[in-house]
């Protein structure tokens, strides 16, 4: 995959590791200690935006992130501008003891303009260090603004995540978020955005896979407060051994926000007696000229079509894996990128220790 890397190493952006000087030439990347020390426009947009967050929080997580934070990275792109290649944030846990990991990311995209941005999470610690990450991840679309946002975490199986995405949409932007969670002892993240004018489009697609004593735990809201706005909301959750999910998604219809278009769905499948998932779809709908709909649905694979694969000469382990495929390619093929695609494909089968020879 082509991208623009920017490398943050155990919470704190690393200038040496990535392309900065070559994607600074098309659009403003800062890291924000050097931002808010010099002077110019960029200290005074990066100060704002700082503060706007810090005192509008009420997630204790994103206080945490705000007061630990060593050096994160302010991006923006100028209006109009389409960017020819995703900006890719790799972000790495490297560590011999017990940490706190705190990453922080503001992204502006201006008007009319166009950006992937992959944000992606790992270790390079042993299995058996425990470690705590604790990030936010800010986004503000300017008018007309497009906006795709993927974001896979793979950390280790004893590291606690904690997740907190904001973002704020202005007059017929279009944001979509993909997210994939494969790793984490518990993980917890929270999604929001919040649509400040009519027109805008939002889209949350999410994909978790749990195994072993995993807790995975998503927290969305999509906030209609103005007229003439959709949103499209798809998570699906996939839970074996003894690895508990929990969805719990809202979509808060306001008074004068007529026309709204407002789907949400959630579902999952348990592999095992032990596997379970708390899903919990809410609308708060106040306006009567709408299209809102909600829904959950919770079971195990169906043992009817895995007999009727059996008896096409399918084995039973493949036939699994061909409804699994087929359970997770609902999520996953609104990915637009055929090698991330292809990444998640080997990624998910090596979670449930199957093979998909063919590609979500």
Request: aromatic share 8%; hydrophobic share 35%.
């Amino acid at each position: 995959l082509d991208t623009y890397v920017l490398v943050f190493v155990n919470g704190t952006y690393n200038k040496e590791l990535s392309s900065k000087e070559e994607l600074s030439k098309k659009i403003i990347v800062q890291d924000i200690s050097s931002g808010l020390q010099e002077d110019g426009p960029t200290k005074a947009t990066t100060s704002e935006y700082l503060n706007k967050w810090a005192n509008e929080a009420t997630n204790s997580f994103r206080v945490l992130n705000t007061a630990f934070a060593q050096n994160g990275i302010y991006i923006a792109v100028p209006g109009g501008l389409e960017l020819d290649r995703p900006v890719h944030i790799l972000n790495i846990a490297y560590t011999e003891e017990a940490a706190v990991i705190s990453p922080q990311k503001i992204v502006v995209a201006g008007e009319n303009s166009k950006m992937t941005v992959i944000e992606t999470y790992h270790n390079l610690t042993n299995s058996e260090q425990t470690y705590f990450t604790n990030t936010v991840t800010q986004l503000v679309l300017k008018r007309n603004a497009t906006v795709d946002h993927y974001r896979i975490q793979d950390e280790n199986e004893t590291a606690y995540f904690i997740n907190n995405t904001e973002i704020e949409q202005l007059r017929d932007s279009t944001y979509s978020s993909y997210a994939v969670d494969l790793g984490g002892k518990l993980v917890r993240n929270n999604l929001n955005s919040i649509l400040k004018d009519s027109g805008t489009t939002t889209n949350f697609y999410g994909l978790y896979v749990g195994v072993n004593k995993q807790h995975i735990d998503n927290q969305t809201f999509i906030d209609h407060a103005h007229p003439h706005c959709d949103s499209n909301e798809l998570y699906k959750g996939i839970l074996m051994d003894k690895a508990k999910g929990v969805f719990n998604g809202k979509v808060m219809v306001h008074p004068h926000a007529q026309k709204t278009n407002a789907f949400q769905q959630n579902n999952n499948v348990l592999l095992t007696d032990k596997a379970s998932i708390d899903t919990k779809p809410q609308l708060e709908v106040y306006a009567d000229d709408v299209k809102c709909s909600h829904g959950c649905t919770i079971g195990q694979l169906d043992d009817d079509a895995l007999f009727y694969m059996m008896t096409r000469g399918i084995p039973e382990k493949e036939g699994k894996a061909l409804l699994l495929y087929a359970f997770a390619n609902n999520a996953l093929r609104n990915v637009k990128l055929p090698a991330l695609r292809k990444r998640l494909n080997k990624q998910i089968a090596d979670k449930l220790n199957v093979s998909f020879d063919f590609e979500l």
